[in-house]
């Protein structure tokens, strides 16, 4: 067993950005590039993507691309993280969305700092606003994501009322944004 994997979760079907929004370049990278980049110190990585995208992601690195567990296909983000916890046998997996360029791998340093066996998650909040898809989970959530997966009660702070969350606040609120539009790239 892995002591902790990272997630990139790249499965979205980006229709408020009018187009594939993980490979759109920012400063000449890609912006799927900037979450692995922020995972630089975990020998394991994992991007969850749709089948099409996942040949284009392929194109360009050499990295382990899966695809949501086809029983939970279309559910959103804990369909990612549950099947990327089916892949890779980890004690934690730190999570990161596809969309937040301006992400530091500092800010996955400082969350992998919390882990604790009393917590489930360990999720961020920047600006007053807690950043679900910026998290660390232990491998005990796997169940209780499942359960909210097979149940259709797909959202995270559902999820974080049935876990033991640790807060951890952040200062800088940019290195947060994500982006859903192309005026987001401004």
């Excluded at 999570?95 to 530091?104: A, G, H, Q, R, S």
Aim: proline share 4%; net charge positive; charged share 30%.
């Amino acid at each position: 067993m892995k002591e902790t994997a990272g997630i990139v979760l790249a499965g979205g079907m980006s229709r408020r950005f009018g187009g594939e929004k993980s490979l759109t370049k920012i400063n000449g990278k890609e912006m799927v590039a900037y979450s692995v980049e922020a995972f630089a110190g975990l020998n394991d990585i994992v991007i969850v993507a749709r089948p099409d995208l996942a040949v284009k992601i392929l194109q360009t690195r050499r990295i382990c691309v899966i695809f949501d567990l086809p029983q939970y296909r279309g559910k959103g983000p804990l369909a990612g993280i549950y099947s990327a916890m089916t892949e890779i046998d980890a004690e934690w997996y730190a999570v990161l969305p596809c969309d937040t360029p301006w992400i530091k791998q500092s800010v996955i340093e400082k969350l992998l700092a919390q882990r604790a066996p009393e917590w489930d998650v360990i999720v961020s909040r920047a600006g007053g606003r807690l950043q679900p898809l910026i998290s660390v989970f232990h491998r005990r959530a796997k169940e209780k994501i499942r359960a909210k997966l097979d149940t259709g009660n797909l959202s995270m702070r559902s999820l974080f009322e049935d876990c033991r969350v640790k807060i951890i606040d952040f200062e800088q609120k940019k290195w947060f944004a994500n982006i859903n539009t192309k005026d987001d790239l401004k």
